[in-house]
């Protein structure tokens, strides 16, 4: 019979000691698995006739007065063989509870167990040799089993449940165990026998990883039937693949799933950890592998749109990048984080808040009633300061003006000292999450049409570098140069920073995600972009680049020396 046909029912038992024969039993609980599902649970505490030991209780949690009056073993018994039925009995260290078991059988006058029995212990002792210890705790923690109710019969019993699970799992991936005579079999093997690394584990380790370079790269993970169920980046393919077939029993569980299913490793080298990134984020969103948990959707990240087309411009957020005269920055990582810099630049700069329709009748509201906002719809001085306040923002929302922060501190301190507690403690909250928000202007950086550059990284290859062209904030291409090129670069340069050329009209979701991976990357490594304007020099922004060029091929001979 295969595995999954059979019902196994697995069991735990508590007693009044260690001594079966000599011990009473106190409680037991079993579980029914059939088709790796739960079918069915029985649990039951039983008097044993005698008081239950002070450790024992300190332990299980069973005290003499639980037990007292509950139905005898003779009484017990029956209802779980009728339980049990013929179904294949499954305990961590089975002969343990089977003695325990038979014992009270025999003293209630009732045959003993018949059944099949399956010991997750012995399982676990030739498939987990490397784990210190196979005590049911340990193995809980090594494979993320949550136990609700250790040392109680059922809570035990459905962890014991989950072991085998996943202990028969592994078995069918390593060993082709399939049926339960093979299983049943495979608990009494000698330990050299199971001990072997799986075939396909050795497979791997002594035809594919050799041949896997020191480079950075992307790594593509592939099942019996050739589809590619893991996508990974490395910044050395070597290091980070071999990781994965060193120590594996002491992997996380996802990642022994993920081996449990591999039969192929492949790659393609990309030059620069970078690229690597990009690529990793682009082949798991297009090829949705199963084993890849995050980076599998294109997100809606959030700009803030500075409406600089209207003569006093507004602050919100959007889920889009127009070409619209407007100003947008970003992107932001949530939607509740862009709700907050809105709100928060709202009350720190008194940039207006209200509606068009509102501001066209030319006189303050309630948001200049509440002192958030100067009015300038209504002319004099609101309007003339205006231009101030947007710079202001501007600057704060670019990083380069981080005085918004002292400024909500003062007014907290000031407040507490005058005894507003209430008030002190609304700008504690504010200054909170304005700190929140200073890490996300690095994201910010600029306005995003505005965002051209070119970053430059160092290559695998020694001597040369590879050029990333930033236009609008979007990438528009990956140039690889060798140092002292100066054609070639003058020619990428020339074809992708042409003055003339207009913005893109939208920004397509992988574009976003695009510009996210690179404003993360550009706030960690800021000396490696050299930034251009449409004003710029072309002799010299060609020659910034090529000192970058040069700085980073130099990096790379180091590197390679």
């Known amino acids: 019979m295969r595995i999954?046909?059979?019902?196994?029912?697995?069991?735990?038992?508590?007693?009044?000691?260690?001594?079966a024969g000599e011990d009473r039993l106190i409680e037991v609980g079993a579980v029914k698995l059939r088709g790796g599902q739960v079918v069915d649970r029985f649990q039951q505490l039983v008097d044993p006739g005698r008081h239950v030991p002070r450790r024992i209780a300190e332990l299980t949690g069973i005290s003499t007065a639980m037990v007292?009056?509950?139905?005898?073993?003779?009484e017990v018994l029956p209802q779980f063989m009728e339980f049990l039925g013929d179904a294949v009995m499954v305990a961590h260290n089975l002969p343990f509870?089977?003695?325990?078991?038979?014992?009270?059988?025999?003293?209630?006058?009732?045959?003993?167990?018949?059944?099949?029995?399956?010991?997750?212990?012995?399982?676990?002792?030739?498939l987990l040799s490397a784990l210190p210890s196979k005590g049911l705790t340990l193995l809980a923690d090594h494979f993320g089993i949550e136990i609700i109710g250790r040392h109680r019969a059922l809570g035990d019993a459905e962890a014991t449940a989950r072991l085998l699970q996943l202990l028969a799992d592994r078995l069918v991936t390593e060993f082709s165990v399939t049926t339960v005579d093979?299983?049943?079999?495979?608990?009494?093997?000698?330990?050299?026998?199971?001990?072997?690394?799986?075939?396909?584990?050795?497979r791997i380790r002594q035809q594919v990883l050799p041949g896997l370079p020191e480079r950075p790269g992307v790594y593509f993970m592939r099942d019996r039937a050739g589809r590619v169920i893991y996508v990974g980046k490395a910044r050395s393919l070597r290091h980070r693949v071999r990781s994965y077939f060193v120590g594996v029993d002491n992997h996380p569980p996802r990642t022994r799933r993920l081996l449990r299913e591999v039969r192929d490793v492949s790659w393609e080298e990309t030059g620069t950890e970078l690229a690597a990134l990009l690529e990793e984020s682009r082949l798991i969103k297009n090829l949705l592998p199963v084993h890849n948990q995050a980076l599998r959707a294109y997100r809606d990240y959030p700009f803030l749109r500075l409406d600089t087309t209207h003569a006093a411009p507004a602050l919100s957020w959007v889920p889009r990048v127009g070409?619209?005269?407007?100003?947008?920055?970003?992107?932001?990582?949530?939607?509740?984080?862009a709700g907050e810099l809105v709100e928060l630049v709202g009350r720190l700069f008194g940039l207006?808040?209200?509606?068009?329709?509102?501001?066209?009748?030319?006189?303050p509201c309630l948001y200049h009633e509440m002192g958030r906002c100067a009015a300038p719809c209504a002319g004099g001085a609101g309007a003339k300061q205006y231009p101030e306040v947007v710079d202001a923002v501007r600057g704060f929302l670019t990083g380069r003006d981080d005085e918004a922060s002292g400024a909500v501190e003062r007014a907290m301190f000031e407040a507490a000292r005058g005894r507003e507690y209430e008030l002190a403690a609304w700008y504690r909250d504010q200054l909170r999450r304005l700190q929140r928000a200073m890490s996300a202007q690095h994201q910010v950086a600029g306005a995003v049409h505005d965002h051209h550059a070119v970053l430059v990284e160092s290559h695998?290859?020694?001597?040369?570098?590879?050029?990333?062209?930033?236009?609008?904030?979007?990438?528009?291409?990956?140039?690889?140069?060798?140092?002292?090129?100066?054609?070639?670069?003058?020619?990428?340069l020339a074809r992708h920073f042409d003055p003339a050329e207009p913005p893109p009209r939208r920004f397509e979701r992988h574009e976003v995600d695009e510009i996210r991976i690179l404003a993360h990357w550009m706030r960690l490594q800021p000396t490696r972009q050299v930034p251009w304007t449409p004003a710029a020099d072309p002799d010299a922004f060609n020659q910034a680049v090529l000192a970058a060029i040069g700085a980073a091929a130099g990096a790379s001979r180091a590197l390679a020396a």
């Open 460 to 492: 695998a290859d020694a001597g040369r570098a590879q050029l990333f062209m930033i236009r609008h904030g979007r990438l528009v291409a990956r140039v690889d140069v060798s140092a002292g090129d100066e054609a070639a670069v003058s020619a990428a």
């Open 323 to 337: 070409y619209d005269g407007a100003e947008y920055y970003g992107p932001l990582a949530r939607r509740d984080q």
């Open 68 to 74: 007292y009056g509950q139905p005898r073993a003779s």
């Open 4 to 19: 999954e046909e059979a019902t196994f029912v697995v069991v735990d038992t508590e007693t009044t000691g260690a001594r």
């Open 182 to 202: 093979e299983l049943l079999a495979f608990q009494r093997r000698r330990y050299s026998d199971t001990r072997r690394e799986p075939a396909h584990l050795l």
């Open 352 to 363: 207006r808040e209200c509606d068009d329709h509102t501001f066209a009748l030319s006189r």
């Open 97 to 126: 509870d089977r003695r325990v078991l038979d014992e009270e059988l025999d003293l209630a006058g009732l045959d003993p167990l018949h059944n099949d029995g399956l010991c997750t212990l012995r399982l676990a002792r030739r």
